[in-house]
């Protein structure tokens, strides 16, 4: 197996970034880049009687920067501020879609981008009701996101998923899961 023989922090802002030096198994010695942003969090709210999901369209960097208009349709997620992956899944509907949740359906906690990334997120799934929706959502000011909060019917998010326009993985996920746990939400 192979060994982290050391490291070195290379840059330190919202994430850091570090050089690991790895022993092969073979013995011969190589360097890895590491991404460390901690733990994170993701939920799906979906209203089974309106068969609705709240998602957001969030402009992400790192695809515009590689010729992708940059405009992402997610869920609402963050990073665990010393909590538990639950608490900070209904803190971030809270902030992100402006939905109350009481209920969280674990889904799976997966690594996001294990070549490079130490992220590794809870997903989730969420029942809501109108009546849930207590806030406007949009994200934190000071966080500068530019959250636009919209209200899906499950039925058009799964015909992006199947024409393969849902182009966050985690979003993916978490569609197909709710399509296989309550196809009569998609109906």
Same mark, same amino acid.
């Given at each position: 197996m192979a060994e982290i023989v050391s490291t070195e922090i %290379?840059?330190?802002?919202?994430?850091? !970034? +570090? @050089?690991? =030096? +790895?022993?092969? #198994?073979? $013995?011969?010695?190589?360097?890895?880049d590491i991404e460390d942003h901690g733990e994170a969090a993701m939920v799906l709210p979906y209203d089974p009687l309106r068969r609705l999901a709240l998602v +957001?369209?969030?402009?992400?960097? #790192? #695809?515009?920067y590689v010729g992708a208009d940059g405009m992402i349709l997610e869920a609402a997620a963050g990073r665990l501020e $010393? /909590? /538990?992956?639950?608490?900070?899944?209904?803190?971030?509907a809270m902030e992100e879609v402006g939905v109350r949740l009481a209920q969280l359906q674990p889904v799976a906690r997966v690594w996001s981008m294990p070549a490079l990334s130490t992220e590794r997120v809870? *997903?989730?799934l969420a029942p809501y009701?109108?009546?849930?929706?207590v806030a406007p959502g949009g994200g934190l000011s000071e966080e500068h996101e530019? +959250? =636009? %909060? *919209?209200? !899906?019917?499950?039925? /058009?998010?799964?015909? *992006?998923a &199947?024409? $393969?326009? @849902?182009? &966050?993985l985690k979003l993916l996920l978490l569609v197909q899961t709710l399509r296989l746990r309550r196809p009569d939400c998609f109906a």
């Open positions: %290379v840059y330190s802002r919202w994430a850091r !970034m +570090i @050089l690991a =030096t +790895i022993r092969l #198994p073979d $013995g011969q010695s190589t360097k890895r +957001i369209r969030q402009f992400r960097t #790192p #695809p515009r $010393g /909590e /538990e992956a639950e608490a900070c899944a209904r803190r971030e809870s *997903l989730f009701a109108e009546a849930d929706r530019e +959250i =636009t %909060v *919209l209200e !899906m019917p499950l039925a /058009e998010l799964a015909q *992006l &199947d024409a $393969g326009e @849902l182009t &966050d």
